[in-house]
């Protein structure tokens, strides 16, 4: 793990190099999994106390940032890679892919994330549909980022069933607001990511006061409160502890995903070939 932490460290210019990376990018480093190292690196080399010296953007600022990135906050991770370097030819996908082999094969930024946040639901107790939602909550990331709560949903609907494509469209909307009957707080990651003084959409707003009504709305609050403790870099899960709840809650068509005709089955084929360039 030591040798890790230096390397990506080294890879974004030692802690040095990270305090001068705009928030953006910063942030992008952090959801790579790499949240509490890349912090108690950086707090060990400063030996102060990190969170006191803590300063967060204003979303002003955060806009100003716009135009020193080439490219949009809001592309996908397998589409734009955040490393600055070429692209590499990905790895040829099966005839008749499974969501195993897109987690094996594609799901190259997401997939930690995912698992781990799957990982904390299952120890939390959770039930098998807001496991399955934790594990394919983020994924959709891979291709498009703005929305991915409602894209994610979309990606995944035929698959699964009504409650948990609720649990994934809404958590994004959800991770916003705290709930503190549940222990959620607003996420550190957000005031990074959009400012500090960030205000949400009105859609966001609108679509947060009809959950919290719903019936449903502890599906999706699960998923965010089992989300935002996921960055562990400590813990490595594989997907085999999940196998038999995709097995039971997820209706892999036979054809692969990509083949099976399905309203969805271009977003599949975009996630295995994104070099296409048509
Ligand atoms: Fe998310
Ligand atoms: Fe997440």
Sequence with gaps: METDRKAFLDSLGGAEGVRRMDSEARADALEHQMLAELNSAIQAKEGGDRKAARKYPTAAEVEAQIETRPYRAGAGF?????????????PPMPANPTLVDFFKLRFMDTANHVLQSANLAMKNGMSEEIILACLLHDVVQEIIRTDHGW???QLFEPYVSEKVAFAIRYHQA???????????EYPDLYRELFGADYVPPAYIEATYQMVRKHKWYMEPRMVAVNDLYAFD???VVTIDPFLDII???????????GNDGSPVAHMWRTISRPDQPL
């Excluded at 397998?78 to 990905?90: A, D, F, H, M, Q």
């Design 247 to 257: 097995g039971r809650h997820f209706k892999q068509p036979k054809e692969g995903l």
């Design 78 to 90: 397998l589409i734009v890679p955040r490393t600055g370097e070429n692209v590499k030819r990905l």
């Design 151 to 153: 894209w994610g949903a």
């Design 174 to 184: 959800l991770r916003y607001y705290a709930d503190p009957s549940v222990g959620y």
């Design 233 to 235: 870099p400590n813990v």
